[in-house]
């Protein structure tokens, strides 16, 4: 709905410069009124400005929307299926799957010091089995459930590509060795002094750190479930189930 509204201003702005620059300005250079003659093109930039800025920023959007759907497994999935029975012959030689790794322990465990309340970086890991390099490797959140009931204004932005701890591009992936495993950072936890447990960055947008915005109550417990995508196989999916556990919030692997 914002983002709809955002357009459709935008585009009412855009009619008003068009109507001012074609008859308001001319109309206020024949004008008497001094205020009109000065204030006419001015408002006419303004809106006009406004309405520019309106369509780069959901050009933007659409653009951002768009790169996710074309990484996402479901699109990668039709995009790879074989269509002729050569395809099908040639698909035969896939390797094993990836497998993901997760425990409460490092590495997959990083706290942020000692005490209770420290911050908690949470990470997955991806084994390969197989005796092939596995390229393009990349992990995407496919759907949360329930959504957190208090998420201060940063929902849930889903489809959502993980970030590697290494740095680089989530949405191109990389080139995974047989019997090697790279982390992904899916997300951060802390219990404050005051005993709420928060989280944050399981699915932000721009993959900036934006705190711990989501509260989570004692009986709360979210399911986040993921796809691991390559070239070689079909999507493998796994699930983080996020709960409180006595005040601190734990997370499990399943699937």
């Known amino acids: 709905m914002p983002e709809r509204l955002v357009l459709w201003l935008s585009a009412m ?3 008003l410069a068009l109507y001012l ?3 308001g300005i ?10 009109f003659r000065t204030w006419t093109p001015v408002l006419a930039v303004l809106l006009g400005s406004a309405a520019v800025f309106g369509i780069v920023w959901d050009i933007r959007r659409q653009w951002r929307r768009h790169e996710l759907r074309f990484r996402s497994p479901v699109y990668r999935k039709r995009s790879t299926e074989p269509s002729t029975d050569m395809d099908r012959g040639e698909t035969c030689t896939r390797q094993a799957p990836l497998q993901a790794r997760y425990s409460q322990s490092p590495p997959y465990h990083d706290s942020k010091g000692e005490e209770v309340t420290a911050i ?13 390099a596995a390229h393009r490797v990349s992990i995407h959140l496919v759907s949360m459930e329930p959504y957190p009931r208090h998420f201060r204004e940063m929902p849930p932005v889903i489809p959502y590509a993980v ?4 740095g680089g591009n989530e949405t191109v992936g990389i080139t995974l060795a047989p019997g090697r495993e790279e982390l ?12 709420t ?3 944050g960055g399981f699915a932000v947008h721009d993959q900036r750190w934006r705190g711990l915005p989501w509260q989570v109550d004692e009986d709360e417990r979210w399911r986040f479930v993921y796809q691991i995508v390559c070239n070689e196989n079909p999507a493998v999916e796994f699930s983080i189930v996020l709960y409180a556990d006595n005040g601190i919030l ?6």
Not at 250 to 255: F, H, I, N, P
């Open 13 to 15: 702005a855009g009619a």
């Open 21 to 23: 620059t074609i008859i």
């Open 26 to 35: 001319p109309t206020s250079v024949i004008a008497k009124d001094s205020t």
């Open 120 to 132: 908690v970086q949470h990470r997955v890991g991806i084994f390969n089995p197989g005796g092939q």
């Open 163 to 166: 970030p590697l701890l290494s």
């Open 184 to 195: 992904w950072v899916i997300g951060y936890t802390a219990t404050g002094g005051d005993g």
């Open 197 to 199: 447990m928060n989280a």
């Open 250 to 255: 734990r997370c499990v692997l399943e699937g």
